[in-house]
């Protein structure tokens, strides 16, 4: 009898060594996954700040941005979703060249983009003067500087104390 619990117990160790092996292993893999995530954050954030100075960084921002097919990716953006494929229509053919229709929808220009974050930004003073000073208003006015801000790359005028509301003094910048 002692032979078969002896095994039953070298079983049981093999199980939780196989147990804490895959608990490992996802840990690993969560691990990789924020540190892709934090490297992607990264390299978009210089991009953005890149495109800021520089002519070139700025047409491949352009050219990334304006090749995105993800509805929710182009919503980031400003961007209309896709036309989207009729069900039972034929496969593109990758070799044609594509048509007017195939063209993704045209990127609102520099200035027409600033001129809708002036637009959303005045709307969102003045909700907020109208009142009541809700924390959906708060919210939705700090969000609308931060963006103008980081587009910009200057401080939001209109913003008496950056401090109450949870802005740093640079451009952008969230306490």
Do not use: H, Y
């Amino acid at each position: 009898m002692a032979g078969v619990r002896n095994v039953r117990t070298k079983e049981q160790k093999i199980n939780d060594l196989k147990a804490k092996l895959a608990k490992v292993k996802s840990d690993m893999r969560d691990e990789t996954k924020k540190a892709d995530d934090r490297r992607a954050i990264i390299i978009g954030k210089s991009l953005q700040d890149r495109a800021s100075r520089d002519k070139d960084a700025e047409q491949l921002l352009d050219a990334i941005i304006d090749g995105l097919v993800r509805d929710q990716d182009r919503k980031m953006f400003d961007l209309d979703p896709l036309p989207k494929r009729e069900p039972d229509a034929a496969p593109a053919d990758p070799v044609a060249q594509p048509g007017p229709a195939a063209q993704p929808a045209a990127r609102p220009s520099p200035s027409e983009r600033a001129q809708a974050l002036s637009d959303r930004l005045d709307r969102a003073v003045k909700a907020w003067e109208a009142g009541p000073e809700t924390a959906e208003l708060k919210d939705e006015l700090v969000a609308v500087v931060v963006e103008f801000e980081t587009t910009t790359g200057k401080l939001f005028s209109g913003m008496p104390n950056r401090n109450a509301f949870g802005l740093g003094q640079g451009p952008g910048q969230r306490l």
